[in-house]
């Protein structure tokens, strides 16, 4: 009897261990529109893994939160990794954006576009605007798929990452999700000559054809360094924020001005510009809501994307806003009364939808700044489930 049993035991252990052995080697292969895992690397993180999606690879970590809540991905911005969103081996998890928002029930998702750091094993410096908004939404789907989540997903835009708003937009209904709101965390909209990008002047190409990183690193350093004093301990140190946390950009991601870097300089391309981003299709545009820094000066473009973050946006969000609420209604059935509600209403919507937060560019580094983010995004959310009501009230 005690032989049958062993024997049972060591089959059932085997059994499982070929179920997990299956699991692993699906989930190195998913695919979805191009999207599969790919061989991990020794200077992955615990939870990470490279997924190539349309062509380009990218660095994602996810956390499993409420499958009904919203999904909610973060986009670094230049030459940063997501990993500013979520942290290191070692730091305190609460210093980070991800620990909070899991905290608030959402899954969380951070993408790495790819940019010249040791986790990616070779550069891409024809990247695009485009191929970055499809390669996010394909990331997107592969997850909410694999892990049941709502299709109504939030997108949480640092700094550059603003760019992608029309290109993700479009990219994810063709897949088939919704994009609830589109959180512009100090970002810059890809409208060209809205923010002074006279800084890329003296950016240069470098030999692997990207942008250098070199001359904006002392003002990141200097950023964090004012995040660790508001919270009154080092956040992630320097060493590791310079090697572990950034990297050369594809230079058409660096787009201000309508520019492309051609034959060693800057030259603006406005037909190539706009054809990349969307940005002058106001229908291609989801619905946006702003979180910025105040109270501490930055390098001129940070402190315009800080400043002018709510003029920068508005006239997008009050499209949005009056489309959100008036689809679908007869407004010639509109009272004077309604119609003036409706107008204040839209008017207010830019106002309603920006919070602000005491740091630098980077106000969501370090826990005060990481809490009041998550929590601000979840009010942000319930502004646009309060839209949403007044429009089947109209």
Not at 45 to 74: C, H, R, S, T
Not at 103 to 127: A, Q
Not at 289 to 308: E, W
Not at 363 to 371: L, N, P, S, Y
């Amino acid at each position: 009897m005690k032989k049958i049993i062993g024997m049972i035991a060591i089959l059932l252990f085997m059994l499982s261990s070929m179920l997990v052995y299956a699991d692993t080697i699906k989930d190195q292969n998913s695919t979805n529109n191009g999207g599969k895992i790919v061989t991990a690397n020794q200077y992955l993180y615990p939870g990470e893994k490279i997924i190539k999606a349309d062509g380009y690879p990218a660095l994602v970590k996810f956390i499993k939160g409420n499958p009904n809540k919203p999904l909610i991905i973060f986009i670094p911005g230049y030459a940063s990794l997501a990993r500013l969103s979520y942290g290191f081996p070692g730091c305190k998890e609460n210093d980070f954006l991800s620990y909070w928002l899991h905290k608030e029930g959402y899954s969380f998702l951070g993408i790495s576009y790819p940019v010249k750091n040791k986790v990616f094993s070779k550069v891409y410096p024809d990247f695009t605007v485009t191929e970055w908004g499809k390669q996010t939404a394909d990331i997107a789907k592969l997850f909410v798929d694999k892990y049941k989540l709502n299709k109504h997903i939030i997108v949480a835009a640092w700094s550059m990452g603003g760019r992608i708003a029309p290109s993700i937009n479009i990219a994810a209904k063709k897949e088939g999700l919704n994009i609830k709101l589109f959180v512009a965390l100090s970002s810059i909209p890809p409208i060209p000559g809205f923010t002074d990008m006279s800084f890329m002047n003296g950016i240069r190409l470098t030999p692997k054809g990207l942008a250098d990183m070199a001359p904006l690193i002392p003002w990141f350093i200097k950023c964090i360094k004012i995040q660790d004093n508001i919270n009154g301990h080092i956040i992630i140190p320097s060493n590791i924020y310079k090697t572990q946390f950034m990297g050369d950009t594809p230079t058409n991601l660096m787009v201000g001005k309508g520019s492309r870097f051609i034959n060693g300089k800057w030259t603006r391309n406005y037909n190539a510009y706009l054809s990349d981003t969307s940005a002058l299709n106001l229908k291609d545009y989801p619905l946006v809501g702003i979180i910025h820094d105040v109270g501490i000066y930055n390098l001129p473009v940070a402190t315009q994307a800080s400043i002018f973050n709510q003029s920068n946006w508005g006239f997008i969000i009050e499209h949005n806003i009056f489309n959100l609420i008036t689809r679908g209604n007869n407004l010639n059935k509109l009272t004077p009364a309604e119609w003036k509600k409706l107008t204040k209403t839209v008017n207010d919507a830019p106002n309603n939808m920006t919070k602000t937060i005491h740091g630098t560019h980077f106000f969501f580094v370090g826990e005060k700044g990481a809490k009041a983010t998550a929590k601000d995004i979840s009010i942000l959310i319930s502004k646009v489930n309060n839209y949403k009501k007044y429009s089947r009230h109209i």
